[in-house]
Structure formats: structure tokens, C-alpha cells
């Protein structure tokens, strides 16, 4: 018995015409299936790869490592205050321009101008080169010919996205649609006090994600974090969604929040009692300027609602939680069965040490969840590598992994069609 | 040997060691102590925590003096060994196995 309505079609799955049947998991297990993903999707799609409190002022940049789409990128901030992306490398011999002490690592900082650490070749902010070393040792050098390479670059309340595909020219809002539109305007700004974790993960990235995409899990992977009476209802009722939306490429799913409050304070644990924070975050909404909900948020209007995750394809997840805090999800590939994770935690900044209590027992239990979602994904790869089982039944309320899935699928084909028809080029240089 | 914390606060300088400012120092530590340790620190500091929010309330989160900064992040640290000792029964995450998951960027107090 549904405790939340569902479509008329009877079940998510068919209101947005997705196949019931079961699932192959073999595009999270192929190598092959990676290596395409990594030209079909991850230098086509737009990439969030930061926030703008990062760039505060002129010159401030950081670098990001896209292992995924075959490059590094640097992003600053231009005299102009406009906000820049460039392929970190040097024009001369190919050496990475931006990086500290280890070339793989990312790094961040303020400059003036970018020096090649090689053979000191220097590059502006808007990413023109301005001295070269030893200039009259070379043979006609136009300097001008010779700046950083431009990755296109560009804004979605606050959140800064690069897209490596200089033929596609979807502009950004465009791409991330209706979703993204019906929660502009939240204030992202005012949640500057960040908590970012990292992990690497020996699984696909799509199965992490998938991990997060459903709630189905939930009640039973993480029995143990809740009081022993309280565990056993949770299981008892499972899990359902308030809604689930698909937009093109992109999903998201509405749930309710029971925990922030509690009904009763006997359901949480003593900390969270003393605390009044948990999970859900803190239990009381800071002052965040926010009058009214974005229309996109709380879609069912349901009035038990706690939070709305979305995923913005490929690996970029927003979930927005009803007492006025946010949770970003990346998952940066590294190969077919390995993937960096990302979780970064926004909130109002605390006033007092109160709040700052209440905010840091937020973020370590998400960390208790997460170490233990990430673990069961290890062992979901391997067992899939082992191809023992290859078709998996899905259920209702894992509708967003199926359209994640397909919807990967699709971007591979789509990639493989337009090679096949693409006409053999010949290079002109001679 | 100078106190740590506030002189209200003197009868947790025994536990001054889990007053370190970063969550991955806290979570270290949480997982190289015993359960008796976890439990000591526990029933110590969580009968504690409502004086001393009252007491770190008196200031702005700026402007926290170092004693108090130190009293925050034993309370910090309080909210990391509450899981063992509330729930796990073991200092780990149960079957987090190989999994770590460490703090990248966090706040400076």
C-alpha cells in the first residue's frame, strides 16, 4: 500500500515511459564502454567544476584534473572580473602550466600571470601569451598565436561549468533545462561555510551514483545508524518518493524529511537530542533570505517534504534540504571501475559555536553514511565484473538509475553514429 | 602545566588531546583509541556539552578566544566518538572496510 501518490500510469517508471525490464549493468564493467563514455559524454556535456566563491577576486584560479575527458583545466578570474577557463598547458613543449609539487594534483591560489615552471614562458590572465625566454632564439614566433588554449566557460548561480566540445554551442542554461530553471534563484550565495570530503572509489561512477539516486537503500544499508525501534519502522515502511522528475539527460527525486525534527525525540540518538541536528542537518532553518521556495523545489508540494536531490548529467548532484542547506555530489572517473567522489557541504555561516556544533554533527554523519555506501560499492563492481549474473530487475523507486544508465547508453551510440558518418578527414598540415 | 580550556572546563584537561582543529585529526583519533577510551571521553565530555555552548555562545564564532577555539574542537570531536560509542559499539564504521572518505576543504575554527 503506497503511503505517497503516484501517476496515473501506476508507477513512475511508465508515467515517464522508461522500460520495466531488467537492467544490464554492462556499461558500468566494460573498459571499452569507458574509453567511449570518456569522448561521448565527458567532453560533450557541460562539467561543473566549481563554485564562484572560489575565484574572489583578480587572478585567483584553481585547476581541475577532468582524467575523464583527457585534460586539466584552469579557471580564473580575469582583470575583467569575468570568469576564464584555459587547457592547463604550456604552448610551447606541452609541459602542465599550473600545479605544485605534484603534477597530478590540484592546486588553486591568487597570481598575476601563469609561468611555465619548464622554460618560464609567461601567459596573462586572459590567457595571452606575454614573454617568452629567449625570444630571438626563435624562428618567427608570433606571440600572439601562441596564448592558452580557451575551454568555454560559464556560470549557473554560481556553480561554474566548463564544456571541452568547441563545436557543440548549447549554451549552458539550455543544456541544464527546466530542473535547473525551476531552482534558480535559491540562495546558493549565502551558504558559504563549505565542508568538502573526498574519496576514491574502486567502482564505476554510475554506480555511485546510483547509490545516491535511490532511497531504496536506505532503511536497510543504514539500519545500524538509527535507534534499534526506529530502525525496525523505517524498514518496515521502506522507502518512497514523493515525486520524481526526468528532464532530457537530467532527474531528480523529492522525499520527505521526518527527521529534522523528529516527531518524537525518542526516534534519534543522544547527540542529535542535545544537538538538534542529525542527518537531515540542523533541525532550525537559518535566515538564508529565502521568502518562498523556488517553484521547482517541493514539486508534489507535499508538506512532509525534507529535501530534493537533483542529478545533473553527467556527475553533478544538488540536493537542496528543507532547512536551508546544501550537498553537492562529483564523481570524476579514473577508469571503468574506478572514480573519485566529491561531496562538499554548504550552510549559512554559523553565528555562534552553537550552530557550528550543530553543523559539524551534519557533516561527520554524513561521512558515517558515506563510508559505508562507498564500501558496498566495492563490492558490487567486482561482483559484476564477475559477469555471474548479467540482468538486474529494477524497481520504482531506482527510476532515475534506469534513465542514468540509458541515458549513458544513448550518449555512447549517438557518439558511435556520428563517427561512422563523420566523412574521413584529411589533415591539411603538410 | 599551563590549562587548555577555560577554567569552568578543568575537569576535561584530561581528554585535551582529542582538542585538535581538524575533523581528519579527530576521526584518526577516534579509530587508533580503544572502546574504553571512546566511552571514557564520551561519558567525560557529553554531560558537558549544554554548559559549554552556553559558555562559547558568549562570543562571536570569530572571535573565539584560543582556549575557547580549544574547547569547540574537543565538542567537535565529541560529535565524531558519539557514533562508536552511541551506535557501533566499535571505533570503525562497520563494514567500511577499505573505504576512507577524508576532509578536503573545512572551516578554520
Known amino acids: 500500500m503506497p503511503h505517497f501518490a503516484k501517476p496515473g500510469e501506476g508507477s513512475w517508471t511508465q508515467h515517464y515511459g522508461i522500460d520495466t525490464g531488467p537492467v544490464s549493468y554492462e556499461d558500468s564493467i566494460s573498459p571499452e564502454h569507458y574509453e567511449l563514455e570518456r569522448d561521448a559524454i565527458f567532453r560533450r556535456t557541460w562539467l561543473n567544476v566549481g563554485r564562484v566563491e572560489q575565484l574572489p577576486r583578480v587572478g585567483s584560479y584553481f585547476t581541475r584534473e577532468l582524467d575523464a575527458a583527457r585534460t586539466s583545466v584552469v579557471v580564473v578570474r580575469d ?51 606575454t614573454f617568452v625566454q629567449q625570444e630571438s632564439e626563435f624562428f618567427d614566433l608570433d606571440k600572439s598565436a601562441y596564448g592558452l588554449v580557451p575551454v568555454r566557460v560559464d556560470v549557473w548561480e554560481g556553480f561554474i561549468f566548463v564544456n571541452l566540445d568547441d563545436q557543440d554551442a548549447t549554451p549552458l542554461s539550455d543544456y541544464l533545462g527546466g530542473l535547473a530553471a525551476g531552482i534558480a534563484g535559491y540562495p546558493f550565495d549565502r551558504m558559504t561555510q563549505v565542508h568538502r570530503y573526498r ?18 537503500h536506505a532503511p536497510v544499508l543504514h539500519a545500524k545508524q538509527s535507534v534499534d525501534e526506529e530502525s525496525r519502522k523505517l ?87 528543507k532547512t536551508s542547506w546544501v550537498l553537492t555530489y562529483h564523481y570524476w572517473p579514473t577508469s571503468h571501475n574506478t572514480h573519485i567522489f566529491e561531496g562538499t557541504v554548504y550552510f549559512a555561516p554559523p553565528k555562534n559555536a552553537r550552530e557550528r556544533l550543530q553543523q559539524e554533527l551534519a557533516v561527520v554523519t554524513f561521512k558515517e553514511y558515506t563510508l559505508q555506501d562507498g564500501n558496498t560499492l566495492e563490492a558490487t563492481q567486482t561482483m ?35 563517427q561512422t558518418e563523420a566523412p574521413v578527414r584529411i589533415s591539411a598540415a603538410s | 602545566m599551563p590549562s587548555v580550556f577555560p577554567a569552568e572546563f578543568a575537569d576535561l584537561e584530561p581528554f585535551a588531546d582529542w582538542a585538535v582543529p581538524t575533523e581528519r585529526a579527530r576521526y584518526d583519533k577516534r579509530t587508533a583509541s580503544t572502546m574504553d577510551e571512546l566511552q571514557a571521553f564520551y561519558d567525560a565530555a557529553f554531560p558537558r556539552l549544554e554548559d559549554a555552548m552556553a559558555y562559547l555562545d558568549r562570543f562571536a564564532i570569530d572571535e573565539l578566544p584560543h582556549d575557547a577555539t580549544r574547547l569547540l574542537w574537543l565538542f567537535c570531536a565529541l560529535t565524531t566518538a558519539s557514533f562508536p ?10 563494514d567500511s572496510g577499505s573505504s576512507s572518505f577524508d576532509a578536503v576543504i573545512e572551516p578554520r575554527v
Not at chain 1, 574519496?199 to 531504496?216: G, M, R, T
Open chain 1, 79 to 129: 582583470p575583467a572580473g569575468e570568469v576564464r577557463a584555459f587547457h592547463n598547458m604550456c604552448r610551447h613543449r606541452g609541459n602542465k602550466l599550473v600545479w605544485n609539487d605534484y603534477p597530478r594534483e590540484e592546486t588553486s591560489g591568487v597570481c598575476r600571470q601563469f609561468t611555465c615552471k619548464y622554460h618560464g614562458w609567461r601567459y596573462g590572465l586572459d590567457g595571452g601569451l
Open chain 1, 199 to 216: 574519496a576514491e572509489v574502486a567502482s564505476n561512477w554510475k554506480l555511485f551514483i546510483d547509490a545516491f539516486a535511490e532511497f531504496y
Open chain 1, 235 to 321: 524498514q518496515g515502511y521502506g522507502f518512497e518518493a514523493l515525486a520524481y522528475q526526468i528532464d532530457g539527460p537530467h532527474g531528480m527525486v523529492s522525499s520527505w524529511g521526518g527527521m529534522s525534527p523528529p516527531k518524537d525525540l525518542s526516534m534519534v540518538k543522544p547527540i542529535e537530542r542535545k544537538l538538534r541536528s542529525g542527518l537531515f542537518g540542523p533541525w532550525e532553518a537559518p535566515d538564508v533570505g529565502l521568502h518562498q521556495l523556488p517553484p521547482g523545489l517541493n514539486p508534489a508540494r507535499h508538506r512532509a517534504w525534507g529535501m530534493d536531490s537533483f542529478l545533473f548529467f553527467p556527475n553533478f548532484m544538488v540536493l537542496i534540504w
Open chain 1, 384 to 418: 559484476l565484473e564477475s559477469r555471474a549474473v548479467t540482468e538486474f530487475p529494477l524497481n520504482d523507486q531506482e527510476i532515475l538509475l534506469r534513465h542514468l544508465h540509458a541515458t549513458a547508453r544513448r550518449y555512447v551510440s549517438e557518439h558511435r553514429q556520428r
Open chain 2, 85 to 94: 560509542v552511541e551506535v557501533w559499539r566499535q571505533p570503525r564504521v562497520p
